[in-house]
């Protein structure tokens, strides 16, 4: 039996329908439903909202690979301060790289999901899904499963930890160091890659996909693919396949921060990191200059992808927020989702940093279906906002 859900938090002047969004759209699920929404406009918070027993605004959730944001925010810092070029090839960073044909893959392939390294034959062992390095060590040595820059591929489990090679051969620290340094620790994000014991208490476990009975039987019929690309990208196809539902909750995930898929956050601290990436937060400058931004949000992978199996658009890293589901947004946003049903992104045309967490895994994974309104409605509230402002003006 499900009950009325209370909203909880605040939403700042002209934001109120927001609220109003969030209430509906969750109005029928079940009371044990957990959420949080969080949205900045120009560096100042506009939408602070959660849902949930034992959640508020700093409960901490696992957030997928919504991680990959923060993975490729570091690699755009590194790139605008020239310690790496995106037109280089990856093993002059890292010449072990090279072996099976990869010794021209560039930076800039990598990052766009072209170069073909989506896994490993034998699949990842769960100590090594924790740790970059060791899938790194696995994977300097794998054959491309494609010719790379001929087609692209979402690299699900293994961008971050190639990323993170390039970025320790190039500096010497780890990336998740790097990304505590430069953007977590200056501005007490709450977007953990790699989560304290001490904050252990603010996490809060994902709960299984509950499927209706029609979609569960969608799910029974499924036919074993253990050698498909995909199952390969998602590490189904070895001795240790891994559960993505029950993924954040171990405790060896969330202390290691895997760039690709572990990190633990609040909405807060996903739409904060966008922020401060694109419009400056607490009175600081933005992290990245304009033309960065722009450089890694022009889409570079556009079409059929052969993992997903179907169209993804893809800029240096980042999704291409504004082809994949968010049409009405500025063109050259940045950002990525997650699996289990969390989304951060920056328009930064518009100046709108939004992130969304929730507890319970969607079906069928990524981007619940409250997300789209949510994103909507936050939209519609910005534009009538400047366009109150202009008239007043």
């Known amino acids: 039996m499900t ?39 120009r560096g100042k918070q506009v ?34 301060d020239g310690t790496l070029d995106l037109d280089r090839e990856v093993a002059h960073y890292w010449p072990e790289f090279a072996a099976e044909g990869k010794g021209r893959i560039t930076l800039r392939e990598l990052l766009s999901h072209r170069a073909g390294i989506v896994g490993a034959d034998s699949g990842f062992s769960p100590d090594e899904v924790a740790d970059d390095r060791a899938i790194a060590a696995r994977l300097a040595a794998q054959r491309p499963y494609w010719r790379p820059g001929t087609a692209f591929g979402y690299h699900a489990f293994s961008i971050g930890a190639l990323a993170g090679e390039v970025v320790f051969r190039a500096t010497g620290q780890t990336l998740q160091e790097v990304y505590e340094e430069r953007v977590r620790a200056p501005y007490g994000l709450d977007f953990h890659l790699g989560l304290p014991e001490a904050l252990e208490p603010r996490f809060r476990s994902v709960l299984p ?8 039987a969608f799910l029974d019929a499924q036919p074993p693919q253990p050698h498909t690309l995909n199952s390969i990208a998602f590490n189904r196809n070895g001795a240790h396949p891994t559960g993505l539902q029950a993924l954040p909750n171990s405790r060896l995930v969330r202390a290691k921060g895997p760039a690709s898929v572990g990190g633990v956050a609040s909405a807060r601290g996903l739409a904060g990191m966008y922020a401060a990436a694109v419009s400056g937060l607490d009175g600081r ?3 990245l200059k304009a033309d960065t931004v722009a450089e890694f949000g022009q889409i570079h992978s556009n079409g059929y992808d052969l993992v997903t199996q179907a169209h993804k658009s893809f800029g240096v890293g980042f999704q291409s927020t504004a082809e994949a589901g968010y049409p009405f947004l500025g063109a050259g946003s940045i950002g990525h989702k997650g699996v289990g049903g ?30 789209e309104p949510l994103v909507r409605a936050i939209h519609t509230a910005l534009h009538a906002a400047i366009h109150t402002t202009a008239v007043s003006c």
């Open 285 to 287: 400058d933005p992290l």
């Open 209 to 216: 996909m509950i499927p209706s009975a029609t979609e569960q």
């Open 47 to 80: 939408v602070d909202l959660w849902v949930g027993p034992d959640t508020d605004g700093t409960t901490l959730f696992g957030v997928y690979s919504s991680t990959k944001g923060a993975a490729h925010l570091v690699m755009a810092l590194l790139v605008q």
């Open 342 to 371: 969390s989304q951060a992104f920056a328009d930064p045309r518009s100046g709108l940093a939004y992130g969304y967490t929730r507890r319970r895994f969607p079906f069928p994974g990524g981007p619940p279906p409250e997300d």
């Open 3 to 41: 009950r009325e859900i209370r909203i909880q938090g605040t939403t700042a002047a002209g934001y109120e329908a927001v609220r109003d969004a969030f209430t509906a759209l969750l109005a029928g699920e079940k009371p044990d439903h957990a959420a949080q929404l969080a949205a900045y406009v």
